[in-house]
């Protein structure tokens, strides 16, 4: 298993052409999500939509997720100071015989990872009393793990605050919690990955032999 980079701009137009058609890490918890099966298929519409038609979709963001895009260096930034790693910063992934990538917020050292989330100052407390990480963000990690062929990752959750939301104090500020690889979790992963592609590709074929009249 190989991985191809990106040799475009995270977030740049080109980027987002070159992960049309191809599912990604960050969407793993929508691929797997049980239920109504509403999730899973909304997502599957939207790389339908930009399959056939060639354009990526914009995707939404709201002011607190354009907040943490903002402020991830600086949560790089502390999490190098207090472990002495050094985050190398690397763009999109793709496995091309499973149209599938990743998009990590760093390599670390030969074998690691960072994930980074920046959270308000309630999700920062959950995490600091239960020292629980949400299980989406364990399966975006260990198929991130698979993409960029490594043994760990280190999730990094911050929460800087702000003037509505209320500031927590400097040393509750950061968490930092190391995951190991769980093969057994990413042949989970894998092989969910392969069934959505299986899936799309019917509707898709569906779609193209369909008459509109």
Not at 2 to 31: C, F, P
Request: aromatic fraction near 8%.
């Amino acid at each position: 298993m190989i991985a191809k980079a990106s040799q475009h701009e995270q977030g740049s137009y080109e980027w987002l052409v070159d992960r049309i058609g191809y599912t990604s890490s960050s969407n793993i918890a929508k691929i797997m999500a049980k239920g109504s099966g509403a999730t899973r298929a909304n997502y599957m519409a939207r790389m339908i939509c930009e399959v056939l038609t060639g354009v990526p979709v914009q995707t939404f963001k709201s002011s607190a997720m354009n907040a943490g895009n903002e402020r991830e260096p600086l949560s790089r930034a502390l999490y190098e100071r207090i472990t002495g790693n050094v985050v190398g910063e690397v763009g999109f992934h793709f496995i091309e015989s499973e149209h599938h990538g990743s998009s990590s917020d760093g390599l670390v050292n030969d074998n690691g990872l960072v994930e980074i989330k920046n959270v308000i100052p309630a999700e920062q407390i959950r995490l600091l009393t239960t020292g629980k990480i949400k299980p989406e963000y364990i399966k975006q990690m260990q198929d991130q793990m698979y993409v960029y062929e490594r043994d760990w990752c280190d999730f990094v959750q911050t929460s800087f605050g702000d003037e509505e939301l209320g500031t927590l104090p400097a040393q509750h500020r950061i968490k930092i919690i190391r995951v190991e690889r769980d093969e057994k979790m990413i042949a989970e992963i894998r092989k969910e990955v392969a069934k959505f592609h299986y899936d799309m590709k019917k509707l898709i074929k569906t779609l193209k032999e369909a008459k509109n009249v």
